[in-house]
Nanobody
Framework: QVQLVESGGGLVQAGGSLRLSCAAS????????MGWFRQAPGKEREFVAA????????SYTDSVKGRFTISRDNAKNTVYLQMNSLKPEDTAVYYC????????????????????WGQGTQVTVSS
């Protein structure tokens, strides 16, 4: 049974930092890209960041570029999202996900390409 467990969310003041983690179990995902998405109340789920299976390629949505950093540790089957200079508009439930295609050469941003999802972790940024 595939399981993705996010952690590290919480309440932080604007300008603060959080580090999200997503641990995968049940199978190894070291040969698949992994991504982070978020969903704010009343809004659709949106792409935040993704990292290729090797870690050599990353992609970010424009609103987080320069503030968020995605990384992975394949030995631990874990992906991270370091979030700095947080803003109230970053408030959302953050989900990690795993790409459906192994060894994909490019990083994809569509949620439809990620069939495996965690349960989400709440991030709240106060002003």
């Amino acid at each position: 049974q595939v399981q993705l467990v996010e952690s590290g969310g919480g309440l932080v003041q604007a300008g603060g930092s959080l580090r999200l983690s997503c641990a995968a179990s049940g199978r190894t995902f070291s040969n698949r890209a992994m991504g982070w998405f978020r969903q704010a109340p009343g809004k659709e789920r949106e792409f935040v960041a993704a990292i290729s299976w090797s870690g050599g390629s990353t992609s970010y949505t424009d609103s987080v570029k320069g503030r968020f950093t995605i990384s992975r540790d394949n030995a631990k089957n874990t992906v991270y999202l370091q979030m700095n200079s947080l803003k109230p508009e970053d408030t959302a439930v953050y989900y990690c996900a795993v790409d459906r295609i192994p060894l994909r050469s490019e990083v994809v941003v569509s949620a439809y390409e990620y069939p495996y999802w965690g349960q989400g972790t709440q991030v709240t940024v106060s002003s």
